[in-house]
């Protein structure tokens, strides 16, 4: 079961020809979804193969670097004979000034587009396999990031052992794995915590946007398999991050530290670093000893599962 991720724009406030503003791609086995939108976002779905296939928009806040790509997506959408309905999640308060952006050229869009806000702290879309929910984030208005979480797996399915209680081949061994009870040829009763190990832990995938490091973070990306997090900044410049309010590399690698993820992407690189981002790398890389990604635009990653040989 596939998780990948697709960087689509790794930049700061102002895009460079090397990398365009936010927006990240995630396609969990066919549900795809954007995490922010910025401008020009559809021209890197183009770019990286990503398609317009999107279920569902999160966004983290309304500046403009995170949300202008809005509108042209959905109209290029309707060009494309969209019909189904998309969704845009968003903060709190923020749900009329969206309506007004996709509305902003002036005439409805040729399908239908939902506006859900959702506080941090809730669910803002579930299935019965994973969950998205929205976590607070500190940054010059309001705004959050989401964290998808996996359910627990059910545990490895031990078939020798189920063959030699008298399990017969075949649907039985489905409905041990589901767990329920099953008779065996002998006629005994064969429990599913005989022949199935423990609950295996699905995969985390976090999502900061800008924002300063904070502890509600840190709680939100225990144990990520991914965390994706602002380090806009290297860490001569935290003054201007602090000013700014987002987070130097060193900052987004403590946080990823603290939090025991296990992978750690950085993202929202300013143009000040057009040249050369690797500062923001070194200096995450001094206080995380996880793998650090510093994300070119296009980039696709696959997020496997932790108990993954």
Do not use: W
Not at 14 to 26: G, I, L, Y
Not at 240 to 251: P, V
Not at 256 to 281: E, F, G
């Amino acid at each position: 079961m596939s998780l990948r991720v697709t960087f689509l724009g790794t930049g700061g406030a102002v895009p460079t020809v090397e990398r365009a503003a936010s927006a990240v791609f995630v396609n969990r086995e066919g549900d795809r979804f954007l995490f922010d939108c910025g401008e020009g976002t559809q021209r890197e779905m183009m770019r990286s193969g990503t398609g317009f296939g999107v279920d569902r928009v999160f966004v983290s806040h309304l500046h403009g670097d995170h949300v202008l790509g809005i509108p042209g997506l959905i109209q290029t959408l309707g060009f494309n004979d969209r019909t189904d309905p998309l969704t845009v999640h968003c903060p709190p308060g923020t749900d009329d000034h969206l309506r007004d952006l996709v509305h902003a050229v002036g005439h409805d869009p040729a399908f239908p587009v939902r506006i859900e806000p959702v506080e941090p702290g809730e669910v803002a879309y579930e299935t019965d396999e994973y969950e998205v929910r929205a976590f607070e984030t500190e940054h010059r208005t309001v705004s959050q990031g989401y964290v998808l979480a996996e359910d627990d797996r059910p545990g490895r399915f031990d078939r020798p052992k189920a063959e030699e209680l008298g399990v017969p081949v075949g649907p039985k061994f489905g409905r041990l794995h589901e767990g329920e009870s099953v008779e065996a040829e002998d006629g005994t009763v064969v429990e599913p915590e005989q022949v199935v190990g423990p609950p295996r832990p699905g995969r985390k995938l976090a999502y900061t946007a800008d924002t300063r490091p904070r502890e509600a973070t840190v709680e939100a990306a225990e144990n990520a398999d991914l965390l994706i997090h602002d380090a806009t900044f290297a860490d001569d410049m935290a003054d201007r991050a602090r000013d700014t309010a987002h987070s130097t590399g060193r900052e987004a690698g403590s946080i990823a530290d603290r939090a025991d993820a296990k992978r750690l992407a950085l993202v929202h690189i300013s143009s000040r670093y057009a040249a050369d981002a690797r500062p923001i790398r070194r200096d995450a890389r001094e206080v995380f000893d996880g793998e650090c990604l510093l994300p070119d635009d296009g980039d696709l990653i696959e997020v496997p599962f932790p108990d993954a040989d």
